[in-house]
Antibody, heavy 119, light 110 residues
Framework: EVQLVESGGGLVQPGGSLRLSCAAS????????MNWVRQAPGKGLEWVSY????????YYADSVKGRFTISRDNAKNSLYLQMNSLRDDDTAVYYC????????????WGQGTLVTVSS | QSVLTQPPSASGTPGQRVTISCSGS????????VNWYQQLPGTAPKLVIY???QRPSGVPDRFSGSKSGTSASLAISGLQSEDEADYYC???????????FGGGTKLTVL
C-alpha cells in the first residue's frame, strides 16, 4: 500500500523558516517523481514544486521561487521542502504527492501537514 | 485566480447526472491530458479520472471524463450522497512548467 506521511508543519513567524519532510513507503520511491502541493484554509489546490527521480529536474511555482527548496533522499525514501522567508500567504496544508509512472499526473497524496505563518 | 476555470458550485438530486466543466488554454489542457480529483471534507484529494477519461481501479463507473480542445468535463451519473465533495481538474502547463489546478467545484447532493 502506498503511504506518504508528511511532518514538520507548525506555527512560524513571518520571515522564519521551516523544513517539511515526507516519508514514503509501499513503493520504490527512487522510481517516482514527487511534488509538493498546498491548500490555504478554505481555498483550492496550488502546486508548489516538482522533483524528478534523481533530483536532476526541479520546478517551482512563481509564488515560492527563490524562497523554497525541494530535495529528496532516495536512500531514506524521503522528500523534503525547505521553506525560507515565510509569509502570511504561505499558510496552508502542505501535501506530499507522487507523480504517476503511467500517466501525466499525481496519483497518490499524503494526508498533509499544516503550516501557519503568523506573528 | 486559478489558471483553470471551474464553476464554484454544482448540485443535483440523488440519481441525477451532473457535469462539471474545466476551461484552460493551449498551454495546458490544449496540449496535455486532464486529471480530476475528489476531496471529501477534511481529507486529502483522491484521483477519480486520469488521462482525460480513464478511471483508476476502485472508482465507480458512474464517474466519467472527457476533453475537447482547451476544455474538459467530469460527469457523475446516478448521483449519490457520498459524492458530495469538492472536485478539482488539473493539467500540466507547458508555459509555467508546473501543474495547474482549477479553483474547485463544490458538489452538493440535495
Amino acid at each position: 500500500e502506498v503511504q506518504l506521511v508528511e511532518s514538520g508543519g507548525g506555527l512560524v513567524q513571518p520571515g522564519g523558516s521551516l523544513r517539511l519532510s515526507c516519508a514514503a513507503s509501499g513503493f520504490t520511491f527512487s522510481s517516482y517523481s514527487m511534488n509538493w502541493v498546498r491548500q490555504a484554509p478554505g481555498k483550492g489546490l496550488e502546486w508548489v514544486s516538482y522533483i524528478s527521480t534523481s533530483g536532476s529536474t526541479i520546478y517551482y511555482a512563481d509564488s515560492v521561487k527563490g524562497r523554497f527548496t525541494i530535495s529528496r533522499d532516495n536512500a531514506k525514501n524521503s522528500l523534503y521542502l525547505q521553506m525560507n522567508s515565510l509569509r502570511d500567504d504561505d499558510t496552508a496544508v502542505y501535501y506530499c504527492a507522487r507523480s504517476s509512472s503511467s500517466f501525466a499526473g499525481v496519483d497518490y497524496w499524503g494526508q498533509g501537514t499544516l503550516v501557519t505563518v503568523s506573528s | 485566480q486559478s489558471v483553470l476555470t471551474q464553476p464554484p458550485s454544482a448540485s443535483g438530486t440523488p440519481g441525477q447526472r451532473v457535469t462539471i466543466s474545466c476551461s484552460g488554454s493551449s498551454s495546458n489542457i490544449g496540449s496535455n491530458s486532464v486529471n480530476w480529483y475528489q476531496q471529501l471534507p477534511g481529507t486529502a484529494p483522491k484521483l477519480v479520472i486520469y488521462s482525460n477519461n480513464q478511471r483508476p481501479s476502485g472508482v465507480p463507473d458512474r464517474f466519467s471524463g472527457s476533453k475537447s480542445g482547451t476544455s474538459a468535463s467530469l460527469a457523475i451519473s446516478g448521483l449519490q450522497s457520498e459524492d458530495e465533495a469538492d472536485y478539482y481538474c488539473a493539467a500540466w502547463d507547458d508555459s509555467l512548467n508546473g501543474w495547474v489546478f482549477g479553483g474547485g467545484t463544490k458538489l452538493t447532493v440535495l
